[in-house]
């Protein structure tokens, strides 16, 4: 979706570097940050196999060694970049799925789900969802980044199943429905690699959300409006 990261400890002085270092260093974040951001641009770069931990130390303009101070490696690095793709989605929707009582406000909260991990999706650094696939990602290691988008994913199951029409939940059992959902949200990580996605990508994929599980354009629009008060009363 290994622990996560562990908080940063006191280190070695950094070593700057005028090519990796910006001049205002204050305005590029903290050392942790550059030190994440840098691993995202040369993993979507480079590959995750094929980049060094010393590879990126040199692009922040840190010392090797003190970037251990911050992660134990760069599975660690990876991990931390998974779940920025995950968790503030998983966070955001939490709260929200006890405000559906019904059919009609389980879709608001669905089309507000798929809009807010659009966000997501967009904001995370270099389009790092492109790695999910990676074998090394299937390993015991990133358990922890696997069991939140799997919960994720479950959000999506039951308030698409409560949301969807009859004929829909006859023929798709509610865990697959949440596959489906969550791949269909997921389809930004492709807009990514050509361009930025856009408010009105976020309501197609939410819109097409609705419409997987049999909802009309009358439903849709109700759900567009009615996820601003969820997201209030939230």
Known sequence: MTPMAQHARPGRPRH???????ADASSAGTAR??????????????????????MIAERVGVRQASLYYHFAGKD??????????????LEAVR??????????????ALYLLASVDVETLSRTPHNIGTLYLLPEVQQERYDSFRIERQE????????????????????????????LLIQVAEVVIQIRRTRRPDAPDA???????????????????????DARSLLVGA
């Not at 700057?16 to 910006?22: I, K, Q």
């Not at 840098?38 to 980049?51: R, S, V």
């Not at 309501?203 to 409006?225: N, P």
Request: contains cysteine; aromatic residues 4%.
């Open 152 to 179: 994720l994913q479950e959000i999506y199951g039951r308030l698409g199943f409560r949301a969807a029409r009859a004929e829909i939940r006859a023929a798709i059992a509610e865990p697959r429905l949440g596959e």
């Open 16 to 22: 700057t570097s005028a090519s990796t270092v910006p």
């Open 203 to 225: 309501d197609a994929v939410a819109s097409s959300c609705l419409r997987l599980c049999g909802c009309s354009d009358a439903a849709i629009d109700e759900a567009r409006s």
């Open 76 to 89: 660690e690095l990876l991990i931390e970049l998974l779940t920025t793709s995950v968790r503030p989605s």
């Open 33 to 54: 940050e550059q030190i994440l951001d840098a691993a995202a641009a040369l993993f979507a770069e480079h590959g995750f196999a094929a980049t060094t931990t010393r």
């Open 95 to 108: 709260g929200i799925e006890s405000l559906v009582p019904d059919t009609a406000s389980a879709a608001a």
